[in-house]
Every structure is written in C-alpha cells, then in structure tokens.
Nanobody
Framework: QVQLVESGGGLVQAGASLRLSCVAS????????LGWFRRAPGKGREFVGS????????YYADTVKGRFTISRDNAKNSVYLEMNSLKAEDTAVYYC????????????????????WGLGTQVTVSS
C-alpha cells in the first residue's frame, strides 16, 4: 500500500508558475514510478507527466511539453511538477499516482496502469 499526498496548488494568473509536490509513504514506495494526471472541469482525467524510479526517464503530454518539468527526490519520497507559463486551460485538479515497476528506468503514460492515487490539488489559472 502506498499513500500519496499532493500539495502546492492554488490560484495564479496566466503566465505564472507553480510547483506541485507529492509525498509518497508506505511499503516500498521507492519501487514505484510516479506520475501526474489532471482533471479539468467537465472532462475526464488525462495524463500530464511521469517519471521512472531512478528519475532518468520522463514522459510528458504534448499539451505540457516544454512548459512542465517532472522530477523526484527518492531520499524524500517525493515527486514534483514544476509548471511554467501556465494557461487558463491548465486549470484542473492535479493528481499524483504510482505504478509499480520492476525496471528502474521506465514508467507509464496510461491511467489504467497506475494503482495508487492521491486526492488531488486544485490549480486555477485566471486569464
């Protein structure tokens, strides 16, 4: 069992930056690749980015590539999402998620692969 707790959301203006954090706790949390997903009002949950256990491999949705950066600190059992040049369409609840990976150098982009989920943190970008 892995517990995930997100923080760092808020209300910002378009063009601003935010940094989301997620702390993982529980059994063997370092054995999990970690990801970020989001759900905008009236839409389904979508992939944002993910990172392998060793932090070497990262994956991004096309809509955030070049603006968002995912990173992790295994000593702190944490994953981060640095969001720059925010747009109104980035407004959503952002969720941290974990998927067990035998390989330390891969992750997933598929929502169905992720087993553990946080409760989410709201990000609102005003235009």
């Amino acid at each position: 069992q892995v517990q995930l707790v997100e923080s760092g959301g808020g209300l910002v203006q378009a063009g601003a930056s935010l940094r989301l954090s997620c702390v993982a706790s529980g059994r063997a949390s370092s054995m999990y690749a970690l990801g970020w997903f989001r759900r905008a009002p009236g839409k389904g949950r979508e992939f944002v980015g993910s990172i392998s256990r060793n932090g070497v491999a990262t994956y991004y949705a096309d809509t955030v590539k070049g603006r968002f950066t995912i990173s992790r600190d295994n000593a702190k059992n944490s994953v981060y999402l640095e969001m720059n040049s925010l747009k109104a369409e980035d407004t959503a609840v952002y969720y941290c998620a974990a998927v067990w990976k035998a390989s330390g150098i891969s992750s997933s982009t598929r929502e169905g692969d992720f087993v553990y989920w946080g409760l989410g943190t709201q990000v609102t970008v005003s235009s």
